[in-house]
């Protein structure tokens, strides 16, 4: 047996008018073909639903028996309906968010504050994850969108550049507040002789600026590490040293005492992804949020 929905539909139409043609233009087919799927209906059931006249339609004792059957499978497939969309509704309004702890920490609650009030639609659920969690999550569909520096692509994953930043160096301020330079750059060869503190070995920020620090002979040395960025500036800020990082660090130190000079001779280019999963519908908002991400990211500190 393979009742449709449609069928059901016709039959209640049909027994509640009383009529075949009224109930043909309620359901916008023609006559013929309501009358098409009534047979079939029929053969299915093995039994008549409709006495036929010229005059009027009637319904036999089995389609009687049939009406309330078919009225309460249509109000349940209907409701069911209704409860699955709701729910779709509600997933698409949530936008689940992986960003690496500074980011979630230090630029995400500027850059979401912003977002609410583009899409106050949409809610937004943020994770702070270590990149290569992130990288899972978005792959396995627990996260719908990443953000972070991922050096290299990956299996499954769309990578979208969102902003360069160039590498920086990050000062403590002089005691007294000032900064000790009035310049906005500094050469990699001014590093020379500056104690530098940095981000833990294998984080792949680490890693890459250690491949330009060997420019001014100050790769993989024996150095202060610290496993978050928000430590590294706090250390700065105690002067414990000096340190290279992605110049996306600017909104952080509004909170702390140290300036930021990007290094030159040469630029060195940090680039800012967005990931998400290969062939999956871009959830809503996402463009929205890595506009907002992008200009958090950029805001200058304000002077101290």
């Known amino acids: 047996m393979n009742i449709s929905q449609r069928q059901l539909q016709a039959f209640l139409d049909i027994a509640r008018l009383g009529s075949f043609t009224r109930a043909a233009e309620r359901l916008h087919i023609t006559q013929s073909g309501l009358s098409a799927m009534t047979r079939d209906l029929e053969k299915q059931l093995d ?10 339609v009637a319904l036999t004792p089995a389609g009687a028996q049939l009406v309330p059957v078919a009225a309460r499978v249509l109000a349940e497939l209907e409701a069911v309906s209704d409860s699955i969309n709701r729910i779709s509704t509600r997933a698409r309004q949530i936008l689940t968010v992986g960003a690496t702890p500074f980011i979630a920490s230090d630029v995400l609650p500027l850059a979401s504050a912003s977002f609410q009030l583009q899409q106050p639609q949409i809610s937004l659920r943020i994770r702070d994850l270590g990149r290569q969690q992130i990288q899972d999550d978005v792959a396995n569909g627990t996260l719908d969108v990443g953000f972070g520096a991922f050096f290299k692509p990956a299996s499954g994953l769309e990578r979208i550049a969102l902003a360069d930043f160039p590498l920086a160096l990050v000062c403590p301020v002089d005691r007294d507040g000032e900064p000790r330079r009035r310049a906005r750059r500094i050469k990699w060869s001014d590093l020379r002789d500056m104690p530098l503190i940095g981000l833990s070995p294998d984080n792949p920020v680490q890693q890459f600026i250690e491949e330009h620090l060997r420019r001014a002979g100050r790769a993989n040395e024996e150095r202060p590490a610290y496993e978050n960025i928000q430590t ?3 250390m700065v800020e105690a002067g414990s040293g000096v340190a290279v990082l ?3 660090v600017a909104p952080a130190c509004t909170r702390y005492a140290v300036q930021l000079f990007i290094l030159s001779e040469p630029e060195v280019p940090l680039c800012f992804y967005q990931i998400t999963k290969k ?3 871009t959830p809503d908002g996402t463009a929205a949020l890595a506009t ?3 200009a958090a990211l950029r805001q200058k500190p304000a002077p101290r």
């Open 47 to 56: 039994c008549r639903l409709f006495d036929r006249t010229t005059r009027s």
């Open 232 to 234: 590294v500036l706090a």
């Open 246 to 248: 992605p110049a996306f």
């Open 279 to 281: 062939g999956r519908v």
């Open 292 to 294: 907002a991400l992008t």
